[in-house]
């Protein structure tokens, strides 16, 4: 403080209470001077106190709004980093549905494939049973025959043959008959 602010602010104060000048200055005096210092001091202090919260809670606000160009790039790649990693999750999800999709499709295929294989064995099964049953009952029918006509089935062709040529030459059986 210089002398100037300090002989004006001695103006200022009322001068009741106090000793005509050039009168002695007692303790009295002191302690009212003091007194009246701190009072000043201490609003001083209060008004600065609260003009550092308001210049505390600007700082913050703008340190929290203010982005040098370093940080935005910065931020931007992670967001683009972040959204690739999302994309390509996505690609990969839906190409596993798709082949998930298609992997069904073929075992349903195959499935029915099996089915139309299994019914078709199985009628042929029946099918090759009943040609045997067939097959048997031919073989009994032709030993019933050679039985009652006495030879074997060799034999009997060779009578047959033998009589409709009526040349006793002998026929070959393998080849067909010429139809007249």
Not at 51 to 72: E, M
Not at 143 to 169: C, F, L, M, P
Request: without cysteine; glycine residues 8%.
């Amino acid at each position: 403080m210089n002398e100037e602010e300090f002989s004006s602010r001695q103006r200022q104060r009322p001068i009741t209470g106090r000793p005509p000048a050039g009168a002695q200055y007692t303790a009295k005096d002191f302690q009212l001077d003091v007194l009246g210092k701190l009072e000043e001091t201490q609003a001083r202090v209060e008004s600065l106190q609260e003009s550092w919260r308001t210049d505390s809670r600007a700082a913050k606000y703008d340190r929290l709004l203010k982005f040098d160009s370093r940080t935005l790039v910065a931020v931007g790649a992670i967001a683009l980093s972040l959204t690739g990693y999302v994309l390509q999750d996505a690609r990969s999800k839906s190409r596993q549905d798709a082949d998930i999709e298609t992997t069904k499709a073929r075992v349903t295929r195959l499935e029915q494939i099996a089915e139309t294989n299994t019914e078709g064995r199985i009628r042929m099964e029946v099918e090759l049973g009943e040609l045997r049953d067939g097959q048997e009952e031919i073989k009994r029918l032709i030993n019933a025959h050679d039985k009652s006509s006495g030879g074997t089935i060799g034999e009997v062709r060779q009578r047959d043959d033998a009589r409709s040529n009526g040349t006793g030459r002998q026929h070959d059986h393998r080849e067909k008959p010429s139809r007249p």
